[in-house]
């Protein structure tokens, strides 16, 4: 790998197998400079321990030297929610939602992430007829769940799987972006004024109650809350299934163990979870103020990039961390980052992963690759990390 190469996160090389350059920059320089698409260059830290402490040093902030709001209508009803500001902002819109997200009520979706999940399975293509599990599972449970948990019309979610996908995809999709984010935006509008018009017992219309009557929420804050959650709400379990059943069907040996052993579902999901995080790296932070991170000087009001992926792949935290190991035991990860900005989803995450692997594995036994594994391609962008389609097939071979 040339310099070059090594220092420019836009390189196609760096995309179609990220994990060699992390390991190289963990050993040469964990906490560097790179160039990212569009010639941008920002600080980008690849250890685990450096990773930890930037996700909770609050000079590393969300906004930086930034004291109001973006001025674009559009970009301001984006970016208002709380994975985007400190506290105490961050504070008090985590605390509107966290109440439906508590382990009891998460829990409680178990029986229809199952109806949902048996439904999608039967909905298969018979044995021998090619198919992509990402179209046809991975993506479809998940946005089913947290349509429902919003009460937002599953019809539309061709639609903002669509926009999401340019919007989280950067540069990638930068011609595409402004059209994507005013149909996302003039599409929550439209969900905010029929739920107004016609409150029903979701959190869409809690939050919305909250907005209206406690005054607690302003309106770009609540278009930020109800796009945050749409978006975070099915693009990382996506990636999760898709990542995790290629992780299992490019080695039969992890199908086959898994199958015979469903106990170890939950340690297998954990580490789909650290071996190809769903999410490469944290949002942007901006340092407030010159940091020292991992034996470097980072200046004041500079971009910083913290990679998940590379960090859950630290030799130093994790023994043989190039390995798949179904009952890693401690695997103390961070998928689902760290500190105040942790992932509020994550046990819905994890149940509907659990749910959705024993479903595969019980149900469809013979499911096997449609391709070979040198085929399978990822989507562009720093953000996520996932497939563009997983060709799957089942029967005998």
Not at 119 to 131: I, M, N, R, T
Not at 305 to 328: H, K, T
Request: glycine fraction near 8%; charge should be negative.
């Amino acid at each position: 790998m040339s310099q070059s190469v090594r220092d420019n996160l836009a390189d196609p090389r760096f995309h179609a197998d990220p994990h060699p350059f992390y390991a190289q920059w963990r050993h040469e320089g964990p906490v560097r400079e790179v160039r990212i698409a569009g010639g941008a260059v920002v600080w980008l830290v690849t250890r685990y321990d450096d990773a930890r402490q930037a996700l909770t040093d609050p000079r590393f902030s969300k906004r930086g030297r930034d004291e109001g709001h973006p001025s674009d209508a559009i970009q301001r009803a984006l970016s208002r929610h709380m994975l985007a500001v400190d506290p105490p902002d961050h504070t008090r819109l985590r605390r509107l939602v966290s109440a439906a997200f508590t382990a009891r009520r998460i829990e409680a979706l178990r029986p229809r992430i199952t109806e949902i999940t048996t439904s999608l399975l039967d909905a298969f293509p018979g044995p021998g007829e090619p198919f992509d599990l990402i179209d046809a599972f991975a993506f479809p449970l998940p946005i089913q769940v947290i349509c429902e948990l919003l009460g937002i019309p599953a019809e539309d979610r061709d639609s903002f799987r669509r926009w999401s996908n340019i919007i989280v995809g950067g540069v990638a999709y930068q011609a595409e972006f402004p059209g994507a984010a005013q149909a996302m935006v003039a599409y929550i509008r439209g969900l905010l004024a029929a739920r107004r018009a016609h409150p029903g017992d979701d959190l869409l219309s809690g939050l919305i109650e909250v907005r209206d009557s406690e005054d607690r929420l302003d309106e770009d804050e609540l278009m930020s809350m109800v796009f945050l959650l749409l978006i975070a709400g099915h693009e990382t379990t996506v990636n999760l299934i898709g990542n995790g059943a290629a992780l299992l069907l490019t080695d039969r040996d992890r199908w086959e163990r898994l199958r015979a052993d469903p106990g170890l579902l939950p340690t297998a999901v954990e580490e789909f979870l650290r071996y190809e995080s769903p999410v490469e790296t944290a949002t942007f932070r901006i340092t407030t103020e010159p940091v020292t991170l991992g034996g470097r000087q980072i200046p004041a009001y500079a971009p910083v990039v913290i990679g998940l992926l590379s960090a859950n792949r630290d030799e130093s935290r994790f023994p043989d961390p190039g390995e798949v190991r179904l009952d890693r035991a401690q695997n103390p990860h961070l998928a689902f980052g760290h500190g105040i900005h942790y992932c509020l989803g994550a046990p819905l995450a994890r149940l509907e992963a659990q749910i959705a692997f024993a479903a595969l594995l019980g149900r469809v036994p013979t499911l096997r690759l449609a391709v070979p594994p040198s085929d399978l391609t990822w989507r562009p962008g720093l953000l996520l990390r996932g497939l563009f389609t997983l060709p799957v097939i089942s029967g005998p071979e």
